[in-house]
T-cell receptor, first 111, second 112 residues
């Protein structure tokens, strides 16, 4: 099992460009999450999907959209990237109210 | 929304010294989880505490959940260089909401 995979690993964008971060899990988990991690800020929840077909906003959703494509995949889209979105993005999944498994992260720089 | 305060933000110790990080909430928590993130890596689950006053041990790591379920601690005995990383607590308010609120983490560095 690969666990949680994320693509790409690194990305550099110019202000105003758009991109989609991909996430997939092979553990048959119902819940999936997107976080951003900035120095000194810990992990902040952007969006989550408690089950297939549902998505909800987290703590910092502005400037992002998500799609729960199926049970395995949960993508995060930046429609018009801004320098404030420079961060490390982690996808995670979990079964019910249990431990979260994290992907390796995407390091995004917006110039 | 729910907030979880974690202290200290940084801790530097000599190898062999003990280390403790604390997590506090103003509201009663359903459960609390602890994660470790090595430099350049991703968070990895360590443990979950659910019961009031619960204490769990993993080798040199001791995890406690307060009696009021509003605070928790992680204690490492005799630190080693392999303990280096950031330790996060993460709290759940329970119910059908599977969101976790993470503390800002404690970065532990160990001088060999």
């Amino acid at each position: 099992n690969a666990g949680v995979t994320q693509t790409p690993k690194f990305q550099v964008l110019k202000t105003g460009q758009s991109m989609t971060l991909q996430c997939a899990q092979d553990m048959n988990h119902n819940s999936m999450y997107w976080y951003r991690q900035d120095p000194g800020m810990g992990l902040r929840l952007i969006y989550y999907s408690a089950s297939e077909g549902t998505t909800d906003k987290g703590e910092v959703p502005n400037g992002y959209n998500v799609s729960r494509l199926n049970k395995r995949e949960f993508s995060l889209r930046l429609e018009s990237a801004a320098p404030s979105q420079t961060s490390v993005y982690f996808c995670a999944s979990s079964a019910h109210n249990l431990e979260q498994f994290f992907g390796p992260g995407t390091r995004l720089t917006v110039l | 929304g729910q907030q979880v305060m974690q202290i200290p933000q940084y801790q530097h110790v000599q190898e062999g010294e003990d280390f403790t990080t604390y997590c506090n909430s103003s509201t009663t928590l359903s459960n609390i989880q602890w994660y470790k993130q090595r430099p350049g890596g991703h968070p990895v689950f360590l443990i979950q505490l659910v019961k009031s006053g619960e204490v769990k041990k993993q080798k040199r790591l001791t995890f406690q959940f307060g009696e009021a379920k509003k605070n928790s601690s992680l204690h490492i005995t005799a630190t080693q260089t392999t303990d280096v990383g950031t330790y996060f607590c993460a709290a759940s308010s329970g119910g059908s909401n599977y969101k976790l609120t993470f503390g800002k983490g404690t970065l532990l560095t160990v001088n060999p």
